[in-house]
């Protein structure tokens, strides 16, 4: 069965450095998604990705965070500045449409540690 | 604004007992709600959704949930629960904005007694 994947697992970078998530979302999907949750937190809506375009992003979203598509196959997340509180487990999703509910498919997660 | 409200944080039930997670949302129109589970180390798994129609909906592993519009509830159950039930467990509703965004809930954590 088809799967979304993500590198690394866990990723532990200083404070101030940048960092680049990585997804390989199921293959014929179109609409590309990341989430985060903070330890003991909720899962929160980063942002959508569709035709190479945001479609919607949050207000965590803000200009320390950029999204890319580079090969079609790829889709990551980079901070650019890591703070304290970007500490979370960032899940990448994708699903074949998006809106009217068509099921994201979940990637395990890349754990993000800044020191 | 919309919002998902799951009210209890940790459930621990025995093993055969029935299960129930409740899950209320905020939200004007007709929402476009989900179960998710996520097991230790893993990403979240769908378990059911419901759009339209049947407001009980069958999902994956045994759980089914009901939509109650009356109640702006969507509570998740199962009625024997297994050892390996033991995740945590996520409700979410759909964005009004209709560009797939999520909105979840805490989540809760389920313990399965032997």
């Known amino acids: 069965e088809p799967e979304v994947t993500q590198t690394p697992s866990h990723q532990v970078t200083q404070m101030g450095q940048e960092v680049i998530l990585r997804c390989v979302p199921i293959?014929?999907?179109?609409?590309f998604y990341w989430y985060r949750q903070i330890l003991g937190q909720k899962v929160e809506f980063l942002v959508s990705f569709y035709n190479n375009e945001i479609s919607e992003k949050s207000e965590i979203f803000d200009d320390q965070f950029s999204v890319e598509r580079p090969d079609g196959s790829n889709f990551t997340l980079k901070i650019r500045s890591t703070k304290l509180e970007d500490s979370a487990m960032y899940f990448c999703?994708?699903?074949?449409?998006?809106?009217?509910?068509?099921?994201?498919?979940f990637g395990p997660g890349t754990r993000l540690t800044v020191l | 604004a919309q919002s998902v409200t799951q009210p209890d944080i940790h459930i621990t039930v025995s093993e055969g007992a029935s299960l129930e997670l409740r899950c209320n949302y905020s939200y004007g129109a007709t929402p476009y709600l989900f179960w998710y589970v996520q097991s230790p180390g893993q990403g979240l798994q769908l378990l059911l959704k419901?759009?339209?129609?049947?407001?009980l909906v069958q999902g994956i592993k045994g759980f089914e949930a009901e939509f109650k519009r009356s109640q702006s509830s969507f509570n998740l159950r199962k009625p024997s629960v297994h050892w390996s039930d033991a995740a945590e467990y996520f409700c979410a509703v759909l964005g009004s904005s209709n560009t797939g965004k999520l909105i979840f809930g805490q989540g809760t954590t389920l313990q399965v007694k032997p």
């Open positions: 419901y759009f339209s129609g049947d407001t």
């Open positions: 293959s014929n999907h179109l609409y």
């Open positions: 999703a994708s699903s074949i449409a998006g809106g009217r509910g068509d099921t994201q498919y």
